[in-house]
């Protein structure tokens, strides 16, 4: 069922700005706007209304292309790693978050198939492999595996400061990571140091995470992915969050609306094809079908729903607080007024 103009007609919206271009972002990971594009969805959807949709991957304007991190682009929806999205939120952009995604993928800290370290509690005094990324806005890399490392240490009674965290540094594009350039190279450079003994164990994630365990022969210590508390398996990927700058919110809020019906319309759709999903997840990710079940796990396709549930929004303000912890971020800010549920609630009416 398509989402049309007529419908949202029977609304009284506010409507005190002509819209003809919205743009879109989304990470290189499973996500329902990767779906929706795929499917093209979005295109039809925004065709009826003669609305150009734009991604800013095609984009040869650096300015265009660095908002998948800064969110500087009005008119955008972003769908993605959480940490970027947050930093932008602390410098001062003027986003709301719409939606929040949760698909549980791979996370693993790993060591050596020879290493004589087979238990967390092993890693106390041990050298762990963290990425620095010299020229980033935000490091979502070293915050990325930060997270899931200290989350590893945590669960063994162990601290941060109980290892010692060896940076293994890179100078990396901005904007490569964000256009899959890098994707399947991901954590090939820690891997490499763990190889040459220089560090004993790293943290890796996603099917990029999983191919590099098995390119190496490495062994996993603990997958985060499974566990019970969803709060432990909290990192830039879950939960993701959907923003878009507050003037389309407040502006435009049919239009959200409509963009989120399309997201929702997907994950629906995701649920019974779940072989053409894990098409669509490789693609993605740069991997085969086969090595994106093995990472994102067989319930990945009915996982792509948006919610503003009470876990998912209690998982944003962790990662929010861990982030100002830690020191990717400078400036504190209220989770709860960064979230703005009423194009969601508007999206489930459009789909009754």
């Known amino acids: 069922m398509t989402v049309t103009t007529e419908r949202l007609a029977t609304r009284e919206f506010e409507k005190s700005s002509s819209v003809d271009e919205l743009w879109y972002t989304r990470c ?19 065709a009826t209304s003669g609305i150009v949709l734009r991604s800013i991957r095609d984009s040869e304007d650096p300015r265009v292309n660095i908002s998948h991190f800064d969110h500087s682009l009005p008119g955008l929806f972003r769908e993605g790693g959480n940490i970027p999205a947050i930093w932008a939120r602390s410098e001062g952009r003027d986003t709301v978050t719409v939606a929040l995604t949760w698909i549980d993928e791979y996370q693993a800290i790993v060591v050596r198939a020879d290493s004589d370290i087979h238990s967390l509690a092993d890693l106390r005094g041990r050298r762990i492999g963290l990425p620095r990324q010299d020229g980033q806005r935000v490091d979502f890399a070293r915050a990325m595996s930060l997270r899931g490392i200290e989350t590893g240490l945590g669960i063994a009674g162990l601290h941060l400061a109980d290892s010692e965290l060896v940076d293994i540094t890179s100078d990396q594009p901005t904007f490569a990571v964000a256009a899959g350039v890098a994707n399947g190279r991901f954590h090939e450079l820690e891997a490499a140091a763990l190889a040459r003994g220089e560090v004993d164990a790293i943290y890796v994630k996603g099917a990029p995470g999983l191919g590099t ?35 389309t919110a407040l502006e435009r809020p049919d239009l959200v609306a409509r963009y989120l019906a399309v997201l929702l319309r997907a994950s629906h759709w995701a649920q019974g094809h779940p072989a053409e999903v894990f098409d669509i997840i490789g693609k993605e990710v740069g991997r085969s079908a086969d090595e994106a079940r093995a990472a994102y796990g067989s319930a990945a396709p ?42 969601l609630a508007l999206a489930h009416e459009l789909l009754k």
């Open 213 to 247: 365990v098995g390119t190496h022969g490495l062994r996993s210590l603990i997958n985060l992915a499974e566990q019970d508390d969803p709060l432990l398996r909290v990192n830039n990927g879950n939960p993701r969050p959907v923003t878009v700058d507050r003037r």
């Open 302 to 343: 009915r996982s792509f729903g948006l919610d503003l549930s009470d876990v998912r929004k209690r998982g944003l303000a962790s990662q929010k607080d861990f982030l100002l912890r830690h020191g990717f971020i400078v400036r504190d800010f209220d989770v709860a007024g960064w979230i703005n549920p009423e194009p």
């Open 28 to 46: 290189p990971v499973p996500t329902a706007s990767g779906i929706a594009l795929d499917l093209g969805l979005l295109r039809d959807e925004f």
